[in-house]
């Protein structure tokens, strides 16, 4: 009568097995998961850069006013590289906005560029589009922030 009333102790061998299967399993799905999640923050992190950088270069721009959208204006105001268009008519290049590592496209991002095409989208109205590219693996990349400045 006493062993019938006697509570067990311990798990048996299959309870064991059971629950390392389950650890194991835990573990390789958490395991092959850590690459993709890497690659995510890293493209992520990339873009952040990207944008904050478009976003900084965007709002400096705006704060020179409608007035100082020309070339000779945007150099002497070290937002260009130089008053002739890298890219196209209205697109100047920019790489030491600000004069700190920080702005620099080429420093901060792998094959880091950036550009500025200011036009005039109609009267006392002009176009301000900053463009930010960069390489992630092999595959291009690029931020695209604009905004309208008006003569006031």
């Known amino acids: 009568m006493k062993h019938r009333n006697q509570k067990k102790r311990g798990?048996?061998?299959?309870?064991?097995l059971f629950a390392m299967i389950l650890v194991a399993t835990s573990v390789v799905i958490v395991g092959s998961a850590m690459p993709t999640a890497n690659g995510s923050r890293h493209r992520a992190d990339l873009n952040n850069k990207a944008t904050s950088m478009a976003q900084k270069v965007l709002e400096a721009v705006r704060g020179l006013g409608y007035a100082s959208l020309t070339p000779d204006m945007l150099f002497s105001a070290g937002m260009i590289d130089?008053?002739?268009?890298?890219?196209?008519?209205?697109?100047?290049?920019?790489?030491?906005?600000?004069?700190?590592?920080?702005?620099?496209?080429?420093?901060i991002l792998p094959e880091g560029e950036g550009y500025i095409t200011v036009q005039q989208a109609d009267l006392d109205l002009r176009s301000v589009v900053i463009e930010v590219r960069y390489e992630d693996r092999g595959s291009p990349?690029?931020?695209?922030?604009?905004?309208l400045v008006a003569n006031l």
Do not use: C, I, M
């Not at 290049?93 to 590592?101: P, R």
């Not at 990349?141 to 905004?147: A, D, E, F």
């Open 11 to 16: 798990f048996s061998l299959l309870e064991v």
């Open 141 to 147: 990349r690029s931020v695209q922030l604009g905004t």
């Open 82 to 107: 130089s008053k002739e268009p890298a890219e196209g008519e209205d697109t100047y290049s920019f790489h030491l906005y600000d004069k700190t590592v920080f702005d620099n496209p080429a420093l």
